[in-house]
T-cell receptor, first 113, second 115 residues
Framework: NAGVTQTPKFRVLKTGQSMTLLCAQD?????MYWYRQDPGMGLRLIHY???????AKGEVPDGYNVSRLKKQNFLLGLESAAPSQTSVYFC????????????FGSGTRLTVV | AQSVTQPDIHITVSEGASLELRCNYS??????LFWYVQSPGQGLQLLLK??????LVQGIKGFEAEFKRSQSSFNLRKPSVHWSDAAEYFC?????????????FGTGTRLKVLA
């Protein structure tokens, strides 16, 4: 019963480099989300998806892109990393009703130097 | 616009003491309400949730929360805190915005437990 799996768990990037964070869920959830967590700011929504092939912008989408080619996977891309993107990134999923709450992954700690 | 406020950034209690973490929300209707706990280096785990019915809800790890519509509050309580409860706690409001269901999280309350 894996739930939501995020890879990698840690990554250090140089400014200007690109990378992709992978999120996979095995609960057949329709909705998937990417959040970033920074000290004192709680969780801020970057992008989300309400189903396979759909994506939408959240609160802080600039500098990030996403894709959801398969229902179980949600990818977060950084095309040209900046130090301001140093953060902990969390993926989450939920069913379409929202009543069950989110299931979160364990996070990816990204440092951009 | 919807918002969630957790007025206490840090709270320190002694082991065995009671605990109350505050959460206030702003939303035009009754939202879905949640409390999550985050241990260091971990993701968030759902403690409990409310969307209708009995306003006092029970969760895991001995936690409970009470929805008070008149105060727009959903405070988390525990009668006797254990050292393992030291963590960060997040209140969240779920609501439909622009036709899509989304959550808004508070900024969190970090709990320290003294032995």
């Amino acid at each position: 019963n894996a739930g939501v799996t995020q890879t990698p768990k840690f990554r250090v990037l140089k400014t200007g480099q690109s990378m992709t964070l992978l999120c996979a869920q095995d609960m057949n959830h329709e909705y998937m989300y990417w959040y970033r967590q920074d000290p004192g700011m709680g969780l801020r929504l970057i992008h989300y998806s309400v189903g396979e092939g759909t994506t939408a912008k959240g609160e802080v989408p600039d500098g990030y892109n996403v894709s959801r080619l398969k229902k179980q996977n949600f990818l977060l891309g950084l095309e040209s990393a900046a130090p301001s993107q140093t953060s902990v990134y969390f993926c989450a999923s939920s069913d379409w009703t929202g009543r069950g709450g989110y299931t979160f992954g364990s996070g990816t700690r990204l440092t951009v130097v | 616009a919807q918002s969630v406020t957790q007025p206490d950034i840090h709270i320190t209690v002694s082991e065995g003491a009671s605990l109350e973490l505050r959460c206030n929300y702003s939303y035009g209707a009754t939202p879905y309400l949640f409390w999550y706990v985050q241990s260091p280096g971990q993701g968030l785990q759902l403690l409990l949730k409310y969307f209708s019915g009995d306003t006092l809800v029970q969760g895991i790890k001995g936690f409970e929360a009470e929805f008070k519509r008149s105060q727009s509050s959903f405070n988390l309580r525990k009668p006797s805190v254990h050292w393992s409860d030291a963590a960060e706690y997040f209140c969240a409001v779920g609501a439909v915005t622009s036709g899509t269901y989304k959550y808004i999280f508070g900024t969190g309350t970090r709990l320290k437990v003294l032995a």
